[in-house]
């Protein structure tokens, strides 16, 4: 089963990869991009379509750190409190025999 995933995976990374390829190839004008504040220098299209799409991941990444640390913090509460509820739970269990005895 783990090899099929593994082939599933490596089979869209290759498709992927391709369309990548077919997408640089068909857009090689080059355009010469006007900010308000300055004028990047003349690159094909592909490659600004690609450093856009890059710099849109990583902002979005950025942008979802805050909740990833929230939600891990809460995490380890959570973690924290259901082994002091085992603890009180076993320590119960004990007394419990302890009483029948």
């Given at each position: 089963?783990?090899?099929i995933?593994?082939l599933?995976?490596?089979?869209?990374l290759?498709?992927?990869l391709?369309?990548?390829?077919?997408f640089a190839?068909?857009?090689?004008?080059?355009?010469a991009?006007?900010?308000?504040?300055?004028?990047?220098?003349?690159?094909?299209?592909?490659?600004?379509?690609?450093a856009?799409?890059?710099?849109?991941v990583?902002?979005?990444?950025?942008a979802?750190?805050?909740?990833?640390?929230?939600?891990?913090a809460?995490?380890?509460?959570?973690?924290r409190?259901?082994?002091?509820q085992?603890?009180?739970?076993?320590?119960?269990?004990t007394?419990?025999?302890k009483?029948?005895?």
């Amino acid at each position: 089963m783990r090899w099929i995933k593994g082939l599933i995976l490596a089979i869209i990374l290759l498709v992927v990869l391709l369309v990548g390829i077919l997408f640089a190839v068909n857009n090689q004008q080059t355009i010469a991009l006007n900010l308000i504040w300055a004028e990047l220098p003349p690159v094909s299209l592909s490659v600004w379509l690609l450093a856009t799409l890059a710099l849109g991941v990583i902002l979005g990444m950025l942008a979802m750190l805050g909740v990833y640390i929230r939600l891990k913090a809460q995490l380890a509460r959570s973690e924290r409190h259901n082994k002091q509820q085992q603890k009180e739970l076993d320590r119960l269990r004990t007394q419990e025999l302890k009483e029948l005895a």
